[in-house]
């Protein structure tokens, strides 16, 4: 892979497009240091001198009470055109597995899964082929899928970290047609959004219109996309409301002008550079103010479109077909992209107007999110497709709104399947309960929030008071006879969303497992 330098990568926070809020506030807190130590220097035994000292040291000790605390999390992103294909072996080299530093959030993107009539009927009652192989890929790494949507050909995937689930919540999702004008989804976007430590972020995978003489018409439809989506979260109901949106997808900007020697001599002298000012979605930024709050990482790969399935050679097609009509020979052109947005601190501002907030006197924002971008590239090595996939790594560094589940969950005393289960549950915090929440018991490496052994539901007549403790039971048909490491999580069905996780705990071999010659296996380091 072409992997982009640390000199180029790209950092924006929540207060300005290009700099640290740490960086600068300590530049700002060494400047107050330095005007204290030449008032010590220069100060006589009158009140002016003492005053001027008491000053200038308040202001550095509120500055340093500015500099707050904050966490890193790594964020790895892909987008893929897969032209209807069936996905490879393996995806270890796309997600990037045995990198370090570890990641913490996947979010996958992909244009063109195999969406014909029976196909698609077939993947709504059951996942999908490209779901169920990165869901099988992560699983035993510790990733549970978040959630999914889909649209046609659009596939939007969400994966975490289990020990980040119960700071996931307010999951949505939504999709926009504008294929056939508005009604066909062969072409539109598929979207996410959730609160990720109390931050709002919101991902867009978008699958624009086609071919070099469209490019108005993609920002158009991108621009209708904005507009029209919305969100049932009341301070967050449109896209822009968030305070960081990533933008990718196969959003099909080509390059215009030159010819197709020039671009591929380009291309094959390693002189990418000459082929940026033709761009669209570069031209189009210029033009287009609302284009230009998006940020881009250079494009220092090779274009990803056009190639010939399983190679690695641009498009070879024959510029004529056998009856004699013009055939497909595409023009190289990086159609498939990443951007991101973060909220611009005017918006913020207009928002506090409207309610309490949250933020310093002096108009710092006291929950400050930064996006560095540590990787920009494709991956050459994946050939299914007449795409190549995009991936972007990303380090989200944030200060948490809040660290503390709202569930608390615990099994009480030994679990087996010899004998009925205990567990107790207690409410942390006032949130949306319902009686139609629900506990899992699930394997340690499990999938998704549906991939449980078990459940119960939480207590049926009445919702429960903050910190009152509940006891459920758990019938012993339901659990493993084997033994294993389990969890269990409380599932918020008005979150859409894991908001509790007990620790990890052991589950014993019961007696009927050794009647009935069961034995465990391990896979990939997870007990099966």
């Known amino acids: 892979m072409d992997l982009l330098p640390d000199s180029s990568r790209l950092r924006s926070d929540s ?30 035994s009158d009140d002016e001198a003492g005053e001027e000292v008491s000053r200038t040291l308040d202001e550095a000790f509120q500055l340093c009470g500015q500099l707050l605390p904050t966490d890193e999390f790594r964020l790895h992103m892909v987008t893929w055109n897969v032209a209807t294909a069936e996905p490879p072996e393996d995806v270890v080299s796309l997600l990037q597995l045995n990198d370090q530093p570890s990641v913490d959030l996947y979010v996958i993107g992909l244009q063109e899964v195999n969406a014909t009539p029976v196909r698609f009927i077939s993947d709504l009652m059951a996942e999908d082929s490209w779901s169920h192989l990165f869901m099988d890929t992560l699983g035993p790494k510790g990733f549970v899928k978040v959630t999914s949507v889909r649209m046609q050909g659009l596939l939007l995937l969400v994966f975490a970290k289990m020990m980040h689930l119960p700071f996931i919540r307010n999951i949505q999702s939504t999709y926009t047609r504008t294929g056939i004008f508005g009604y066909w989804g062969n072409k539109g976007a598929v979207s996410v959004r959730f609160s990720f430590y109390g931050h709002m972020l919101c991902f867009l995978n978008c699958h624009l219109a086609a071919h070099m003489h469209n490019a108005l018409q993609r920002v158009d439809e991108f621009e209708y996309i904005l507009e029209t989506q919305d969100f049932d979260i009341f301070d967050t109901p449109h896209v822009l409301d968030h305070k960081v949106v990533f933008w990718f997808g196969d959003l099909n900007f080509r390059i215009e002008d030159h010819g197709l020697h020039f671009v591929r001599s380009s291309i094959n002298g390693g002189r990418l550079n000459l082929l940026w000012s033709k761009d669209q979605l570069i031209m189009m930024k210029k033009k287009e103010p609302f284009l230009q709050e998006f940020e881009e990482g250079p494009l ?27 055939g497909k020979k595409r023009k190289p052109a990086w159609t498939d992209r990443i951007l991101w947005r973060i909220k611009p601190k005017s918006e913020e501002d207009d928002d506090d107007d409207e309610k309490s907030s949250t933020s310093a006197d002096d108009g710092q924002d006291e929950y400050p999110i930064m996006v560095t971008q540590n990787i920009y590239t494709s991956v050459m090595s994946y050939g299914v497709s007449d795409h190549k996939p995009v991936i972007g790594n ?44 629900w506990i899992g018991l699930y394997k340690v490496g499990f999938k998704s929030a549906s991939d449980y052994e078990t459940f119960v539901w939480v207590r049926e007549n009445e919702l429960p008071e903050v910190n009152e403790v509940i006891e459920k039971s758990v019938v012993k048909d339901g659990l493993p006879l084997l033994s294993g490491e389990y969890v269990l999580g409380y599932y918020s069905t008005n979150l859409n969303s894991i908001v509790g996780l007990s620790d990890s705990f052991q589950i014993l071999e019961s007696k009927r497992a050794a009647m009935e010659g069961l034995v465990s296996k391990d896979i990939n380091g997870v007990d099966k």
């Open 300 to 326: 220092n790969f090779k274009p990803t479109y056009k190639f010939d399935r399983k190679a690695d050679s641009y498009d070879t097609s024959s510029a004529k077909t056998w009856l004699g009509f013009n």
């Open 15 to 44: 207060t300005s497009s290009s700099t640290s809020q740490g960086s600068r506030s300590k530049t700002v807190l060494r400047q107050r240091l330095s005007e204290l130590m030449t008032c010590i220097e220069d100060m006589s």
């Open 394 to 437: 990303f380090t989200l560094e944030l200060r948490k709104y809040f660290e503390t589940q709202l569930v608390d969950l615990t099994p009480v005393g030994e679990w087996s399947a010899d004998q009925n289960a205990l567990l107790t549950y207690t409410i942390l915090e006032d949130f949306m309960s319902s009686t139609w929440d």
